[in-house]
Structure formats: C-alpha cells, structure tokens
C-alpha cells in the first residue's frame, strides 16, 4: 500500500495534480475538501457545523477530520494505494496518519512562486458542480463557457475563491500548515516540486519520483 500526501499553499496545484495521479497510476484520491463539502451539500449535522467554518476558510477540528479521514482510508474503496489531497494540515494530524501503517510513503512539497500566483490561480479557479474537474479561466479555460469539458456540468466558483478567505487561508497555512514540512523531512520522506511550472512539468517529475 502506498500513501503518498501532497503539501503546499492554497492554489499550489495539489488537487489538479491529485487528479492526474489518480487516473495515471489508479490510485484513489481522497480530498479532504471534498469530504468536508460533501458534508455541507448533505445537510447533515456535522454538514451544519461545517458550513461556517468553510465560508470563513478556518480549518475544521482535528478531531473532525481525522475521523473522517480515518474511516475513509481504512474502507474498502482503497486497496493498491491512496492520495492524500489537503491534509495532514498540522503536526498533530501528520501523526495521526502516520499511525495508519502502509508500504510506502511520499509526501511532495508544491512549492509556489509568491502570493500573486496564488490570488490568481485562486480568483480565476471554476469547478464542476457535477464531477468536481477544476478548470482556470486564464491558464485552462474550458472549450464553452461555464460549461464542463469532462460532463457538460455547470462551472461554478467556490464560496471560499474571494480576496479576504484566500488571505486568511494563507496566513493559516503559513502559521500552521508549513511546519509540517520540516516533519516529513525529518522522516525522509519529503520531495519539493517546482509548482509554478507547466501542469506536465510537474507531473513528469512527481512520476519520476514514484517510479
């Protein structure tokens, strides 16, 4: 079984690149993004808790997400491998995975230019309502307007894609997220990746270091 963990600023590519992987070499991405949303859409209780702590861009409870975590990477649906898109976020969540024993473990550092980059990746991000692709109206536009390549879905925003979320997720993730890199690489596990390259750069030298 093999873990492999994508880490880097909001914007930085990793659920783009999560996805390319997961088609590629058939492993299952799980995002916690999209276990969180997928809460909210639902409704459910912990769905209601959920929802103002997304709008606002704050990061959900340890105990929250590693729960969800947990019962996801432990089912049936994984079996050759699994990516890891959004979390661990903190050294304590970095510990609670590494608990979870697998074969293998890489973890990928997106490193990105400046803030710049990001605001732009972000404001400009659209993403499929149906099959959740993500598509960038400056860098990768989709063939029709608001419309998916992938299904023919409705695009849309996310509510957290605005100027004061994106800096409020940034400054957490500089205060909270970044020093998990030095964890990973104490580990010797860790690769850092170019991420303001081309989409096919970066994963050609993600492949390199898989293979």
Do not use: H
Not at 167 to 173: A, G, P, Q, S
């Amino acid at each position: 079984m093999l873990r492999i963990i994508f880490l880097g600023a909001p914007g930085a590519g990793k659920g783009t690149i999560s996805d390319i992987i997961e088609k590629k070499y058939n492993y299952k991405k799980i995002s916690t993004g999209d276990l969180i949303r997928a809460e909210v859409k639902s409704n459910s209780i912990i769905g209601e808790k959920l929802r103002p702590i997304v709008d606002k861009g704050e990061l959900v409870s340890d105990d929250i997400i590693v729960e969800i975590v947990k019962k996801r990477v432990t089912s049936k649906y994984i079996n050759k491998g699994y990516i890891m898109d959004g979390f661990p976020r903190n050294i304590n969540q970095a510990k609670e995975l590494s608990k979870i024993e697998v074969d293998r473990e890489v973890v990928i550092y997106l490193k990105v230019g400046n803030e710049e980059v990001i605001f732009n990746r972000l404001l400009s991000r659209e993403i499929c309502k149906n099959c959740e692709a993500i598509f960038n109206t400056k860098n990768k536009p989709p063939k029709v307007e608001g419309v998916c390549d992938i299904c023919g879905g409705i695009l849309e925003k996310r509510t957290d894609d605005n100027e004061g979320t994106i800096e409020e997720r940034l400054r957490v993730y500089i205060e909270v997220t970044k020093p998990i890199i030095k964890y990973y690489e104490d580990k010797g596990v860790l690769y850092r990746v170019d991420a303001s390259i081309s989409i096919e750069e970066v994963f050609k030298k993600i492949g390199e270091i898989l293979n």
